[in-house]
């Protein structure tokens, strides 16, 4: 069975085939840089860090391209709050956002591109649509011409007229049609800016993605995704920008995942239950959040709350035991047993069972059934008087298959002296920011782990609880 995806832009699931053989370009919209990220910036993050990992499990060679976007309007206005400048702002948060996400079990993306770094690039994207007719310049600001782009509102499944009915010019916009959007802002008194053709200014919000997806990963690439909130206009504008510059599809395949609610109550600062990833893992294994967040479909909302985490927790618990009970008998076992075959016969239907959920749009839910079945399967064995050193072993094997496409480690007790001084070396590094709450995650986690630590004269040392 090959990989199907639900494609936005069809409303289908489609098979999946890439565009070069078994290379697969991937662009996933990466977070605005002025605070710490919340629950839902964490999905996202960890839904794609998954697909990224399952098609590299069946054979792909991924190039995983996520953005920061650090520079606009909410880095501006958080550096006028705390008196700091924005490169100052979204340096630290970046880094904020790697330990979270490293927390979070996410590999890093091959290329991790910033607005600021590729500043010549937008401009010059924005010059050709310019010349194309697509856009033009009105007192430093630019514009893109909405409904010269034939298709607009394909991927939101939205007409023309239809958008056009809600949509409104805002005091200062000097756009001609209120379809427009923003290309280039022109600077306002103090604000940061940079040289262009048009003035000084910055780039509009939509057209940093165009230009860097374009620049890391090509004219046309696989996958696009991103949160379903960035369907319309992000996504939207996205294509129309990129398309009308290349005259060829921008991306093959569009991903996007589902809200989250608070206590069945959608997330919004407005109502006060805006959760941070940081707060989140000060109470929690940061792989029973990822656990949490993946036993649902990605495509689906997903309901946070403490009960759902705890109940989270006792499953994760119960897959780790099932594994750590596998590895102690393994000493004990024999090399061979009446009845391996058999056994391995129900793990090898396993790993196909596993694989043939993932196959279908990367159903994560249905995926841990299967590992449930797996940890049925081992503890039933391991009921047995007499066990099999190759059946254990290849107990073992699924597992950690299942574990490392799912960014899941049920091997709790080898945390290795190595990443123990690591974690450390990063929360000294933040206590000389002060970056308190980030020093203090660290610790809270290395506790998780049953690592206590001693801050000393000499030094922080550090045992095992």
Not at 93 to 108: H, T, V
Not at 120 to 127: A, M, P
Request: aromatic fraction near 12%; charge should be negative.
């Amino acid at each position: 069975m090959s990989i199907k995806i639900y494609n936005t832009l069809s409303r289908k699931k489609e098979e999946f085939i890439p565009l070069e053989n078994n290379k697969v370009k991937m662009y996933v919209c990466g977070p605005t840089v002025y605070n710490y990220i919340h629950i839902g910036n964490a999905r996202p993050a960890i839904v794609y860090d998954t697909v990224r990992r399952y098609l590299e499990y069946r054979g792909y060679d991924v190039k995983y391209v996520s953005n920061f976007t650090d520079v606009d309007d909410k880095l501006i206005k958080a550096a006028n709050d705390l008196g700091e400048t924005v490169p100052e702002i979204a340096e630290r948060f970046i880094k904020a956002y790697f330990s979270d996400i490293d927390a979070l079990g996410c590999k890093r993306a091959d290329v991790h591109p910033r607005v600021t770094e590729n500043m010549e690039t937008i401009i010059e994207f924005i010059q050709a649509l310019i010349d194309k007719n697509y856009a033009y310049e009105v007192d430093g600001d630019v514009y893109y011409k909405t409904r010269y782009f034939k298709e607009y509102g394909k991927l939101s499944h939205q007409s023309i007229d239809e958008l056009h009915a809600g949509a409104r010019i805002q005091i200062g916009e000097k756009k001609r049609d209120p379809l427009d959007f923003a290309l280039w802002k022109a600077a306002k008194e103090g604000e940061i800016s940079w040289d262009s053709p048009w003035g000084k200014g910055r780039p509009g919000w939509h057209i940093e993605c165009s230009a860097m997806a374009r620049k890391y990963l090509g004219d046309t690439i696989d996958i696009h995704a991103g949160g379903q909130d960035l369907t319309f206009p992000h996504h939207e504008n996205e294509i129309a920008q990129s398309e009308a510059l290349t005259g060829k599809p921008f991306a093959k395949y569009w991903m996007h995942n589902g809200y989250i609610n608070i206590n069945n109550e959608k997330m919004s600062k407005s109502l006060g239950n805006f959760i941070l990833v940081q707060d989140v893992l000060k109470q929690y294994d940061p792989q029973v959040f990822r656990f949490f967040m993946l036993s649902v479909h990605y495509r689906h909302p997903i309901n946070y709350s403490k009960e759902l985490l705890d109940s989270t927790k006792n499953g994760l618990e119960r897959i780790r035991t099932s594994y750590i009970n596998l590895k102690h008998r393994l000493e004990s076992s024999a090399n061979l047993t009446d009845d391996d075959e058999k056994w391995l016969e129900e793990i090898s239907r396993l790993k196909k069972e596993f694989i043939h959920e993932m196959d279908d749009d990367f159903n994560t839910a249905n995926a841990i059934s299967v590992i449930f079945d797996l940890v049925k399967n081992a503890n039933y064995y391991l009921e047995r008087k007499n066990t099999s050193e190759k059946v254990i072993k290849a107990f073992l094997q699924l597992f950690n298959e299942f574990g490392d496409v799912l960014g899941l480690t049920f091997d709790v007790q080898e945390l290795l002296d190595e990443d123990i001084e690591r974690l450390i070396n990063e929360r000294n590094q933040a206590r000389k920011e002060r970056n308190f709450a980030l020093a203090d995650k660290i610790r809270d986690q290395l506790k998780e782990m049953n690592i206590i630590l001693e801050d000393t004269p000499q030094g922080t040392r550090w045992k095992r609880g």
